[in-house]
């Protein structure tokens, strides 16, 4: 999958990304407004596009005072396909949130980073991960926490161990979720895997920890956040 235009896996023309636009925006856009947000094209082809558009009936173009304005038709046969198109990229994130809320046990942080976060990756982009997981046995001790305004810092002092039986269990799940990214996109996942101490230890320093907190899309399963937060809280 083109990670900045996935709608490449579906058609390489122009309908793609002008109809993902029109999909997401929700509203009537002149070409120029089309043209700003598409990811690909010039403003000529987006404008011959929706001229192809509106004759096919999945969007409407009408007069807005100055303006002809296009909109995608909600009601034709074909909207869903637009409208799937426009969420590929969260359904992504969401599938990975799911697959992540089965896992036993679950990661304490995770999220999505480098070119997939920043949308501007090509078809061998991999799509990085990072997983974060409380101490297995024979982690090095966290360092003491100290109070600090990094809301992820403040998350907790440090999580609940893991069981043996449940640690061993950690390297097969991130396998599988591997293979899923592999059939979700066709592109490669890469993980970082790191443990609760060695995460709090290295998340002052350059490289790709400054790429996680600048462009990462957390994916941290929803319950594990929200109880790392309570915990913060008391």
Request: proline share 8%.
């Given at each position: 999958m083109d990670l900045s235009d996935p709608t490449r896996a579906i058609t390489p023309t122009l309908d793609g990304p002008v109809l993902a636009v029109l999909a997401a925006a929700g509203h009537p856009m002149t070409v120029g407004e089309v043209a700003k947000l598409v990811v690909r094209g010039s403003e000529i082809g987006v404008r011959r596009c929706l001229a192809r558009l509106v004759d096919e009936g999945i969007v409407k173009s009408t007069e807005m005072g100055r303006n002809r304005v296009h909109e995608l038709n909600r009601e034709h046969l074909a909207a869903p396909v637009a409208e799937l198109l426009a969420r590929m990229r969260p359904e992504l994130l969401g599938r990975i949130r799911a697959e992540l809320n089965k896992w036993?046990?679950?990661?304490?942080?995770?999220?999505?980073?480098?070119?997939?976060?920043?949308?501007?990756?090509?078809?061998?982009?991999?799509?990085?991960?990072?997983?974060?997981?409380?101490?297995?046995?024979?982690?090095?001790?966290?360092?003491?926490?100290?109070?600090?305004?990094?809301?992820?810092?403040?998350?907790?002092?440090?999580?609940?161990?893991?069981?043996?039986?449940?640690?061993?269990?950690?390297?097969?799940?991130?396998?599988?979720?591997?293979?899923?990214?592999?059939?979700?996109?066709?592109?490669?996942?890469?993980?970082?895997?790191?443990?609760?101490?060695?995460?709090?230890?290295?998340?002052?320093?350059?490289?790709?920890f400054d790429e996680i907190r600048r462009d990462g899309i957390e994916v941290t399963p929803r319950s594990v956040l929200s109880d790392a937060l309570f915990s913060s809280e008391g």
């Amino acid at each position: 999958m083109d990670l900045s235009d996935p709608t490449r896996a579906i058609t390489p023309t122009l309908d793609g990304p002008v109809l993902a636009v029109l999909a997401a925006a929700g509203h009537p856009m002149t070409v120029g407004e089309v043209a700003k947000l598409v990811v690909r094209g010039s403003e000529i082809g987006v404008r011959r596009c929706l001229a192809r558009l509106v004759d096919e009936g999945i969007v409407k173009s009408t007069e807005m005072g100055r303006n002809r304005v296009h909109e995608l038709n909600r009601e034709h046969l074909a909207a869903p396909v637009a409208e799937l198109l426009a969420r590929m990229r969260p359904e992504l994130l969401g599938r990975i949130r799911a697959e992540l809320n089965k896992w036993r046990p679950k990661p304490y942080y995770a999220c999505v980073f480098g070119s997939a976060a920043r949308a501007d990756g090509g078809t061998t982009s991999d799509i990085d991960l990072l997983l974060v997981h409380a101490p297995f046995p024979g982690d090095p001790q966290p360092p003491k926490q100290k109070r600090t305004s990094d809301s992820l810092m403040q998350m907790s002092s440090s999580p609940p161990p893991v069981l043996a039986s449940e640690a061993k269990r950690w390297p097969g799940q991130i396998e599988r979720l591997r293979e899923k990214v592999r059939d979700w996109t066709g592109n490669p996942a890469q993980t970082v895997d790191l443990s609760w101490a060695e995460w709090v230890t290295h998340r002052g320093d350059s490289g790709v920890f400054d790429e996680i907190r600048r462009d990462g899309i957390e994916v941290t399963p929803r319950s594990v956040l929200s109880d790392a937060l309570f915990s913060s809280e008391g």
